[in-house]
C-alpha cells in the first residue's frame, strides 16, 4: 500500500476503485458509473432537454408516440417524455436531501453512541434495531403523513419524502458508525489523544470521525438506490408530490395501472424503465465498490499480469 | 433434557462435560433474552407510529376536515376523545391493544381486527407464493452463478438479479400485466379469482379465505384452476424482487464456502461437482440465507402493499393504500401496527432457527 506516493485524485473513491478492477467487475463498474452520470446530467439539464413543461397540459390525451409527442400523452394530457426526464431531477432532488440528512444524523448519533457508551448507547441501539426491522415503506408512510398530511406542495412535497426516507435510513448510518467508533476507541492513537488531554468532542471530531466514515461512499451509492426506490412507491401509493407542483415516476406509475389494462403501454414503460435505469446505474456503482473493498469477492488478476505488477513494482 | 446430558457426565475428563452444560444454558438463556426482546421492540414500534400519526392533528379532522360544519367536526372530536391530552390517549391505546381492541375505522366504520382478520388471509396467501417463487428462482440460479464465478452465467446472472431488485413490483406487475394478461391473453389482470369462483366460495360452510384451501375444499375444479392463474403474476412480481436477493445471498455463500479445505477435500476424493456444489458448499451456505429472511420479510410485506395495490389482491395492502387515499389514520395505524407485530415474531422464530442450527450464534 504505497498511497502516500500515488496522487490525490488517484484515490478517490470511485476513480481508485476503477484502477483496482479487472474483466468483468471493471465492465460492471464503468456500466455503473456511466448510467449514473447519464441520470446526473438529466437531472441537471432537464429544462434544455425536455421540450415541454412537467405540468403543461394538452389536448390530446392518451395519444400514442408521435412526432409532436416522441412518447405519447398519458390520461392527463401530459406529455410523457418531458415528465420521465423532469422526473430525474425531482428524484436527484429528494435522494440527495435524504442521504445527507440521514448521514448528518447517523453519524452524529453513531459516533456519540459509540464512544460514550452506557445507557444513552443501550437506549440508541434498541430503538435503531425496532426501526431496522420495521419495513421501510410504512415507516415512510408514516413519516409523510405526519410531516404533510399526505398532500404537498413542491418543496414541501420533497421535503416530506427526504425526511421519511432520511428516518429509515438513520439507523443503517448509526450502526456502521457505532460499530467502527467502537473498535477505534481502543486503538493507541486514540488512547494517547486522551493522554494528551484533548476533548471528547474534538476525539470524535478529528481522531475517530475520519477513520469511521470510510465505508460510507459504499453506503451512500446503496442507499441513493433505495431512496429512488421509495420515492416512487410513496409516489405510487399517492402520497407523494402533486403531478402540478413537479413530475414524479411513481405518481405517473401510478396513473398508467388503467391505462395498462387497456394496452396503452408507453404512459407506463418510459417512466419505470427511467426508475430501473437509475436504480441499476446506482446498484452496479455501489456493488462493484464493495466487491472491491473485500478482498475474498475482488477479481483476481491472471498470474501473468501479476508478475507485470512485481515488475512495476 | 439437562438430566440426560448430565449423567454420563460425572466420570470423564472434567473439562468436557463442563463446556457442554454452560453451552446448553447458554441457548436458553440466549432464547429467553430473544424472546424478551420483542416486548420491547414493538411497544417501541407502536410508540412511534402512535405518536407520529398524532403529532400533526387528530384522524377526525384528518379524514373529515372540510366536509363537515366545525362544531359537528368538534362534537365528533370530543365524542372519540380525541380533544384529551395525548398521553392519557397514548395510555388509553396500549391498554385496548392489550385487550385486542384495534379501534374502529372512521370511513367505514369497521371493527379494525375484523378489518384485520378479513383481508389478513389474502396477504398472506400472496406472501406465501411469492416466497416459493423467490426460494425457487434465487437459490438454483445463486448456485449456479457462485460454480461459474466470473464466467458469464456469472455476469448474467447478476446483472439480472440487480434487474430484479431495481425494477418497483409496480412496474414488474406493469409489464406482466401488459404481456401475460393483455397482450397474450394467458393470465387474468388482477383480482384474486373470477366472478363464478366467487360465488362457489360463499356457498361453503366455514370459509377460510385463503383461496388455495377454499377452492381446493369446494371440490370445483374450474374454481381451483381460476384461483391458480389469478396468483401467477402477482407471485411472479413479487417473488422475483426476493429472488434477486436470495440469488446474490447464496452466490456470494457459495464462492466462500467453495473455497475451504474440506471442498477441496471432497474433490481430491473424487467428489463430482454437481455434488460437491449442491451439498458441501451449499448446506453451510443456508445459515446466513435463514437470518436474512428474517429481513426479507419486512421487505416482503412492504412490497405486498404495492403488489396488492397493483393487481387489486384484496388484502392488507390494498386496504391500506385505499384508507390511505381516505385519510382514514384509525384504519393505517391498525394495519401498520399489525404488520409491525408479523415482522417482529417472524425476526424471532427467524433468529431461533438460526441458533439452533448454528452453533456459533450466541450472544
Known amino acids: 500500500m504505497a498511497q502516500a506516493n500515488e496522487s490525490f485524485f488517484s484515490r478517490l473513491p470511485v476513480v481508485a476503485h476503477l484502477r483496482k478492477s479487472v474483466g468483468l467487475q471493471r465492465g460492471m463498474l464503468v456500466a455503473g458509473i456511466a448510467i449514473t452520470a447519464a441520470f446526473l446530467l438529466t437531472a441537471a439539464f432537464a429544462p434544455l432537454i425536455a421540450p415541454y413543461g412537467f405540468s403543461q397540459g394538452f389536448s390530446e390525451t392518451q395519444s400514442p408516440p408521435s412526432s409532436a409527442h416522441i412518447w405519447g400523452t398519458t390520461a392527463g394530457g401530459y406529455d410523457v417524455f418531458s415528465r420521465t426526464i423532469w422526473g430525474a431531477q425531482t428524484a436527484f432532488l429528494v435522494v440527495v436531501i435524504a442521504v445527507a440528512l440521514s448521514i448528518f444524523a447517523g453519524v452524529i448519533l453513531g459516533l456519540v453512541s459509540g464512544y460514550f457508551g452506557g445507557w444513552v448507547d443501550r437506549v440508541l441501539v434498541v430503538v435503531s434495531d425496532a426501526i431496522y426491522a420495521f419495513p421501510t415503506l410504512l415507516l415512510a408512510i408514516v413519516m409523510s403523513i405526519t410531516i404533510s398530511r399526505g398532500s404537498s406542495s413542491l418543496w414541501g412535497g420533497i421535503f416530506s419524502a427526504a425526511i421519511s426516507i432520511t428516518v429509515v435510513f438513520i439507523p443503517q448510518y448509526f450502526r456502521v458508525i457505532r460499530a467502527e467508533t467502537i473498535r477505534l476507541k481502543a486503538e493507541p492513537f486514540v488512547e494517547s489523544a486522551i493522554v494528551v488531554g484533548a476533548s471528547s468532542v474534538r476525539i470524535m471530531a478529528r481522531h475517530i470521525y475520519k477513520n469511521a466514515t470510510r465505508t460510507l461512499p459504499l453506503i451512500f451509492t446503496l442507499n441513493a438506490s433505495e431512496a429512488i426506490l421509495t420515492l416512487a412507491a410513496l409516489g405510487f401509493l399517492g402520497f407523494g408530490i402533486e403531478p402540478t407542483y413537479a413530475a414524479e415516476w411513481g405518481y405517473d406509475l401510478n396513473r398508467a395501472q388503467s391505462d395498462a389494462t387497456a394496452g396503452i403501454w408507453w404512459t407506463g414503460v418510459f417512466p419505470g424503465a427511467a426508475i430501473v435505469l437509475t436504480v441499476l446505474g446506482l446498484t452496479l456503482l455501489g456493488e462493484s465498490m464493495n466487491d472491491l473493498n473485500d478482498p475474498r469477492l475482488r477479481g483476481r488478476r491472471r498470474a501473468g499480469k501479476k508478475k507485470q505488477e512485481l515488475v512495476d513494482a | ?363
Do not use: C
Not at chain 2, 421492540?41 to 387528530?58: N, P
Not at chain 2, 384528518?62 to 366536509?67: E, I, N, S, T
Open chain 2, 1 to 363: 433434557m439437562t438430566a440426560m446430558i448430565d449423567l454420563p457426565v460425572e466420570e470423564p475428563a472434567a473439562q468436557a462435560p463442563k463446556r457442554r452444560n454452560k453451552s446448553g444454558g447458554s441457548l436458553g438463556k440466549y432464547l429467553l433474552i430473544r424472546f424478551l426482546l420483542i416486548f420491547p421492540t414493538i411497544l417501541i414500534l407502536v410508540t412511534m407510529v402512535f405518536f407520529l400519526m398524532r403529532i400533526t392533528g387528530d384522524p377526525i379532522t384528518a379524514a373529515l376536515g372540510g366536509r363537515l360544519p366545525p362544531e359537528q367536526l368538534a362534537q365528533r372530536i370530543h365524542e372519540a376523545g380525541y380533544d384529551r391530552p395525548v398521553m392519557v390517549q397514548y395510555f388509553e391505546y396500549l391498554g385496548q391493544l392489550l385487550t385486542g381492541n384495534f379501534g374502529r375505522t372512521i370511513s367505514d366504520n369497521l371493527l379494525v381486527t375484523d378489518m384485520l382478520a378479513t383481508y389478513g388471509a389474502a396477504t398472506l396467501e400472496l406472501a406465501v407464493n411469492s416466497l416459493i417463487v423467490a426460494l425457487a428462482v434465487g437459490i438454483p440460479l445463486g448456485m449456479l452463478a457462485g460454480y461459474k464465478r466470473d464466467k458469464w452465467q456469472d455476469a448474467v446472472l447478476r446483472v439480472s438479479a440487480i434487474l430484479f431488485y431495481a425494477t418497483p413490483v409496480f412496474f414488474a406487475g406493469l409489464l406482466l400485466k401488459l404481456v401475460f394478461a393483455v397482450w397474450l391473453g394467458w393470465l387474468p389482470v388482477a383480482g384474486r379469482s373470477g366472478t363464478s369462483t366467487e360465488i362457489a366460495m360463499t356457498q361453503l360452510a366455514s370459509p377460510t379465505g385463503i383461496y388455495w384451501l377454499d377452492a381446493l375444499r369446494s371440490g370445483n375444479m374450474a374454481a381451483y384452476w381460476d384461483v391458480v392463474q389469478h396468483s401467477v403474476l402477482p407471485a411472479v412480481a413479487l417473488g422475483l424482487l426476493t429472488a434477486g436477493i436470495f440469488l446474490r445471498l447464496v452466490r456470494t455463500n457459495v464462492i466462500g464456502t467453495l473455497g475451504k479445505d474440506y471442498v477441496e477435500a471432497g474433490r481430491s476424493r473424487g467428489v463430482s461437482e454437481f455434488r460437491l456444489v449442491t451439498k458441501h458448499a451449499y448446506k453451510p451456505a443456508l445459515i446466513p440465507i435463514i437470518t436474512v429472511m428474517g429481513l426479507q420479510i419486512a421487505l416482503l410485506l412492504g412490497g405486498a402493499v404495492l403488489t396488492e395495490t397493483t393487481f387489486e389482491w384484496k388484502g392488507l395492502g390494498f386496504q391500506l393504500a385505499s384508507y390511505l387515499t381516505a385519510r382514514d389514520f384509525v384504519a393505517v395505524q391498525g394495519i401498520v401496527v399489525l404488520l409491525a407485530v408479523i415482522v417482529a415474531i417472524s425476526n424471532f422464530i427467524v433468529d431461533v432457527i438460526a441458533a439452533l442450527i448454528d452453533p456459533r450464534v450466541r450472544y
